[in-house]
């Protein structure tokens, strides 16, 4: 779940606001919309390979080209809410969102499929912080607005639990470019839902620095440009993205230093538990996204197996989010966030190991389901709790901004998984899985040692 900050209810307006049911339908639906799109296209790589005659460098820039962008901007993008209007971002996100799916599907070649996976990624950013402003203003009352952010929250677990479910039976009917256009019949449901004035935010003068984040966003892609081309051993293209990024970074670093709004919420960088959790929610997605790019790789590849048996092949792994959370919002509730992160985390390290153990020793997919089920317990035990640690130790007035950035280190841990796990694939997919169990492993040193 992505936590903004929400403005307080007038005393005049305590009740939702007439036609809130129905943007509320909305909003949870393009929430959907914009997580199913960083799953459904997991089973869909092989076919994507073939079609377009891409190698492994492609099919990760394929799915990085989402998460680089999408990370990147979220830590600006509640800013821009709130000085462009929240409802004007979203449903410009929503637009961009369709327009840009519909594209995707008739992509003629790998560099238009990467741009359109960017754009993706940038309306996607657009329209999660906006959504959490637009349900503040739908329901003002506290109790009200807890039960629906409960429900828009809730959609991310069925999106997750249905990406590769979807994009197997979608893949295996029509192909991989069927996996974009079923988005467009979604994102235009979702600026019906969200016409009319119920979810108008108001504006502000908020200031966003464009420069140091433009210089972010090149620091993030150029990182994971080097990484993808190390790994399939062209080292003259990682020799030069490197340059780039340490230039890139030198830039970021003057900028932050000098502006008056920084991408990066000094206050929180100097708290002990906010960085500790912020590596492990890193960690987590890792692990989470790194898996779903090399596993079909395996099962297709090499087990055989068709699109829709992968997308059921997942259901251990997926299943436990849509399921899990309610039973950690309570164990959090009574015993704190700390020992359900820890959990979570060795949960993901020995899944990791046990996949890896599968693959390594041709133990057949009944091991496989083993690993993937202790590894979607463990990502829904520790996400919810980490929400609920780094807001509970943020310094007063940084909610929002504590939750932008866990979002956005989220996403840079899923763009690392995909470059880090997919290079490792040349070596095996189970060394490819160890790595994720190690990620996860030092994630829970550091987390364990980590008091203050």
């Known amino acids: 779940m992505t936590l903004v900050n929400s403005p307080m209810p007038t005393p ?17 639906l393009g929430y959907f919309m914009v997580l199913l799109d960083m799953t459904v296209l997991s089973v869909a790589e092989p ?27 979220l830590l600006s993008a509640g800013a821009a809410a709130d000085r462009f209007g929240a409802e004007r971002l979203f449903r410009a996100g929503i637009a961009v969102f369709t327009l840009a799916s519909l594209l995707s599907a008739f992509a003629p070649g790998l560099p238009a499929l990467v ?8 309306a996607a950013a657009a329209c999660v912080p906006a959504s ?44 991989w470019r069927s996996i974009f256009l079923v988005n467009v019949p979604i994102g235009l449901a979702v600026l019906t839902l969200t016409l009319g004035r119920a979810a108008a935010c108001p504006r502000s003068e908020r200031r966003i620095d464009w420069l140091a984040q433009a210089a972010a966003a090149a620091v993030l892609a150029l990182f994971t440009d080097a990484l993808i081309a190390a790994g399939a051993q062209d080292w003259a293209h990682a020799a030069w ?10 830039a970021f670093y003057g900028l932050e230093r000098r502006s008056k709004a920084p991408v990066v919420n000094r206050a929180l960088m100097r708290s002990g538990r906010v960085r500790a959790g912020l590596l492990a929610a890193a960690a987590v997605n890792f692990a989470l ?57 060795v949960l993901l390290a ?46 007063a007035g940084t909610a929002g901004a504590v939750g932008g950035l866990l979002n956005a280190v989220r996403q840079v841990g899923a763009t690392l998984g995909v470059a880090v796990m997919g290079a490792a694939v040349a070596a095996g997919t189970g060394w490819a899985l160890l790595v994720s169990s190690a990620v996860c492993a030092i994630a829970w040193f550091v987390f364990a040692l980590t008091r203050r």
């Open 132 to 175: 959490m402003a637009m349900i503040a203003q739908l329901y003002p009352e506290p109790a009200a607005r807890a039960r629906a952010v409960s429900a828009w929250a809730a959609i991310s677990g069925a999106a997750v639990a249905a990406g590769p479910l979807a994009g197997g039976a979608l893949v295996g009917a029509a192909g």
């Open 241 to 250: 993205s490197s340059v780039g990024l340490g230039v890139s970074f030198a």
């Open 12 to 28: 005049g307006k305590r009740r939702p606001r007439r036609g809130s049911a129905r943007a509320l339908a909305g909003l949870s």
């Open 350 to 395: 020995v899944g990791g190991a046990v996949m890896a153990g599968a693959v390594f020793a041709g133990g057949g997919y009944p091991w496989l389901a083993v690993g993937l089920l202790m590894s979607g317990l463990g990502v829904s035990s520790a996400l919810p709790a980490l929400v609920a640690a780094l807001v509970s130790v943020a310094p």
């Open 47 to 73: 076919d994507l390979a073939s079609s377009l005659r891409t190698s492994m460098a492609g099919l990760q820039w394929a799915t990085t080209g989402y998460t680089v962008a999408f990370a990147a901007l």
């Open 289 to 345: 996204a790194g898996s779903l790019f090399v596993l079909p790789l395996l099962l297709q590849r090499e087990w055989h197996l068709s699109p829709l048996q992968t997308g059921l092949a997942f259901l251990p792994l997926t299943v436990p989010f849509a399921a899990n959370p309610p039973f950690t919002g309570k164990i959090v509730a009574r015993v704190g966030p700390r020992r359900p992160i820890l959990a979570g985390l």
């Open 115 to 122: 741009l359109l996976r960017v754009i993706l990624g940038a």
